[in-house]
């Protein structure tokens, strides 16, 4: 299905780069009860919605953008704790390499992260904060 979508989509922008075709398609999905909170390792980015790739409109620029902007956790790497700061609260979610979630806890504003609460796990750490007004995603390396 995706190499049906990115065939369609070079259809429509002949001049499109492999980066343009991908982010179209990741970024134009959606997600439901079903796929749960995407990104996962079972839906991806989400489940395909060709119109809306098709429909979405095409960003150039050099400039980064930042989505994590209001999200702080220090220091990074870590051992034993690390300090979430936040604009605002939310329910934080800490994942494994393997997309297994090993905590789902409310936070205020300011949270300490211990690895006591995540059975002293070692390694790379995603962890997913979801506050009223925005999803916030980032890595963290527990040693």
């Given at each position: 299905m995706?190499?049906?979508l990115a065939a369609?989509y070079l259809q ?6 492999n ?8 970024n134009?999905?959606?997600s439901?009860g079903f ?7 079972v ?5 395909l919605?060709?119109?809306?790739a098709?429909l979405?409109?095409?960003f150039t620029?050099?400039?980064r953008l ?7 956790a ?9 300090e ?5 609260k939310g329910v934080?979610f800490?994942y494994?390499i393997?997309?297994?979630c090993?905590?789902?806890?409310n936070?205020d504003?300011k949270?300490v992260l ?7 796990y ?5 962890i997913?904060?979801l506050?009223?007004?925005q999803?916030?995603?980032?890595k963290l390396i527990?040693?």
């Amino acid at each position: 299905m995706v190499a049906g979508l990115a065939a369609l989509y070079l259809q429509k922008f002949p001049n499109a780069t492999n980066q343009q075709v991908k982010q179209a398609i990741m970024n134009c999905t959606y997600s439901d009860g079903f796929t749960g909170i995407v990104p996962n390792n079972v839906y991806g980015y989400g489940k395909l919605d060709g119109m809306a790739a098709m429909l979405c409109t095409i960003f150039t620029g050099v400039e980064r953008l930042n989505l994590n902007e209001g999200l702080k956790a220090m220091p990074n790497p870590f051992h034993g704790k690390v300090e979430i700061n936040l604009k605002d609260k939310g329910v934080l979610f800490v994942y494994d390499i393997n997309g297994k979630c090993l905590l789902k806890q409310n936070i205020d504003s300011k949270y300490v992260l211990s690895t006591d609460e995540i059975n002293e796990y070692k390694g790379l750490l995603l962890i997913r904060i979801l506050t009223e007004t925005q999803t916030y995603s980032a890595k963290l390396i527990s040693y």
